[in-house]
């Protein structure tokens, strides 16, 4: 056993098995799985929603904003001058990706777990019995009863409607995964258009890529992601982190962006006015210079 199966398939697999044995249900059992990590993860969530917050204080401090000014143009001096503010204001800009990194082992041992609790033929059950702890007696619920609601946890997930596959949970996973990161968004007060125009890049392959492996690969981990988006938006929302506005924008939203169209359409034609005044004016010859064009030339002798 190699020590990627040992620290994560192994005991995510043993303890899929003791839920399953608990509810009698796989598809309950990776819901309960779902929100023990999330239990878990809490500490890693409130460090994040820490930095979102420093990082966000940050964009507004003037000291910070005059550093960006003035070293806009050499990228290495202001890498450096912002690793040194980092340090003096104790900021770890690294700390919002943890459980994002936490998370991609996690998909790809619960994904090897669930497979591997599912086992069917002899040699996949041979397999699970080499893994399973020896204290567990999981005879009863061997093999798992893979059935969970209208779909095999085992298999891509297809809702049949009419004898076409929808899939259900890959939809609601690219949904949730969007709503998640767009009501989680700070606003951009650095004006770095280039890390705006990334982070709005992240903000919509991570939605696509959730949802792609949600289409390709088992059920079960499909309900995970679902699950996962839902209770990670609950406790964003407990820490007073979701931005609803940014889902449901109000009326008053739309008056000031209206606005804003209004003035820049009329801004607009305000300066299309001054330069076709100005382009009439430098075409359009002096009075004098018309008079003296007028005169008559006199002759050389």
């Known amino acids: 056993m190699n020590i990627w199966e040992l620290i994560i398939v192994q005991p995510m697999t043993n303890i899929l098995l003791v839920i399953t044995m608990l509810v009698k249900n796989f598809g309950v059992a ?9 239990l878990l993860t809490i500490p890693l969530t409130a460090k994040q929603v820490k930095s979102r917050r420093e990082m966000a204080d940050l964009q507004n401090d003037p000291q910070y904003k005059k550093i960006m000014e003035k070293y806009k143009d050499d990228r290495e001096k202001l890498a450096l001058e ?5 340090k003096e204001k104790g900021i770890s800009p690294f700390s919002s990706c943890l459980p994002l990194i936490l998370q991609m082992p996690i998909i790809f041992g619960l994904y090897q777990a669930i497979m591997r609790a599912m086992a069917s033929t002899p ?3 041979l397999k699970l019995e080499r893994i399973i702890y020896p204290f567990l007696d999981v005879n009863k619920i061997i093999p798992i009863q893979n059935r969970f609601l209208w779909m095999d946890l085992g298999q891509p997930e297809r809702l049949y409607v009419f004898g076409i596959g929808i899939p259900v949970l890959a939809i609601l996973v690219v949904l949730t995964s969007w709503l998640q990161t767009k009501a989680m968004e700070t606003p951009d007060a650095g004006g770095d258009a ?3 125009a990334t982070t709005n890049s992240m903000n919509l392959m991570m939605p696509l890529f959730m949802g792609y492996l949600a289409y390709q690969y088992s059920a079960g981990l499909a309900l995970y992601f679902v699950i996962s988006n839902l209770s990670t938006m609950l406790i964003y929302a407990l820490m007073g ?4 506005k940014k889902l449901i924008p109000s009326k008053k939203d739309e008056v000031v962006s209206k606005k804003v169209i209004e003035t820049t359409l009329i801004s607009e034609d305000n300066d ?3 330069q076709e005044k100005q382009i009439k004016s430098s075409a359009r010859p002096s009075a004098r210079s018309a008079a003296k064009k007028m005169r008559p030339k006199k002759m050389k002798k």
């Open 82 to 86: 912002q690793q040194r503010i980092y």
């Open 123 to 125: 040699v996949e059950l």
């Open 194 to 196: 280039s890390v705006a």
């Open 241 to 244: 982190e979701m931005n609803w």
């Open 30 to 38: 990776i819901i309960l799985f779902t929100l023990l990590i999330k």
């Open 272 to 274: 299309e006015e001054v």
